[in-house]
T-cell receptor, first 113, second 113 residues
Framework: QKEVEQNSGPLSVPEGAIASLNCTYS??????FFWYRQYSGKSPELIMSIYSNGDKEDGRFTAQLNKASQYVSLLIRDSQPSDSATYLC?????????????FGTGTLLAVQP | EPEVTQTPSHQVTQMGQEVILRCVPI?????FYWYRQILGQKVEFLVS????????KSEIFDDQFSVERPDGSNFTLKIRSTKLEDSAMYFC???????????FGPGTRLLVL
């Protein structure tokens, strides 16, 4: 059974601080990794994708991947109240007939003004 | 910017009735997906579709469910005889390639009474 684990939170950080979100996954065959943001009642919206070990930066967001530890994280710098949402870690299992995202339960982030 | 669209945004139906949820994927994408999210739970994979056939389906996707690409733009999910437990948000997604980002539509909120 392929699993993606996240701390459900809530993670509360003050405005301007760094928010750190973590995710672990069970299957070493996982090949691509995504962070989505989901506001209440809305659909998942892509924040970052990462495919290889190391860091990937995009504006205030940095994704980190460590395949040996089966760990992926998202850092949000200079957190804003508008960043308050649920952050979903998703892992893509694909190959042959298999092609699907497995989602974690999400971490609720609350940025306090 | 191209986006996935879904109709209707909300659907209320009686138990045992058939519903069809519609999606228009991003135009140059080749891979199509349906996911669902029961209120308060994680996003769950239902089915993936490529080259006019199902690539993979989850255990949730039983004989009551079917998908179709009736023309060059639409992608539909049919639930033949709805059950109370089918009440959820249903998301359509599409991607250009297997390993690449899946972009999600805004969702259809289905309520079965």
């Amino acid at each position: 059974q392929k699993e993606v684990e996240q701390n459900s939170g809530p993670l509360s950080v003050p405005e301007g601080a760094i928010a750190s979100l973590n995710c672990t996954y069970s299957d070493r065959g996982s090949q691509s990794f995504f962070w989505y943001r989901q506001y209440s009642g809305k659909s998942p919206e892509l924040i970052m994708s990462i495919y290889s070990n190391g860091d990937k930066e995009d504006g205030r967001f940095t994704a980190q991947l460590n395949k040996a530890s089966q760990y992926v994280s998202l850092l949000i710098r200079d957190s804003q109240p508008s960043d308050s949402a649920t952050y979903l870690c998703a892992v893509n299992f694909y190959g042959g007939a298999t092609n699907k995202l497995i989602f974690g339960t999400g971490t609720l982030l609350a940025v306090q003004p | 910017e191209p986006e996935v669209t879904q109709t209707p945004s909300h659907q209320v139906t009686q138990m045992g009735q058939e519903v069809i949820l519609r999606c228009v994927p991003i135009s140059n994408h080749l891979y199509f997906y349906w996911y669902r999210q029961i209120l308060g739970q994680k996003v769950e994979f239902l089915v993936s579709f490529y080259n006019n056939e199902i690539s993979e389906k989850s255990e949730i996707f039983d004989d009551q469910f079917s998908v179709e690409r009736p023309d060059g733009s639409n992608f539909t999910l049919k639930i033949r005889s709805t059950k109370l437990e089918d009440s959820a948000m249903y998301f359509c997604a599409s991607s250009a390639r297997q390993e690449e980002t899946q972009y999600f539509g805004p969702g259809t909120r289905l309520l079965v009474l």
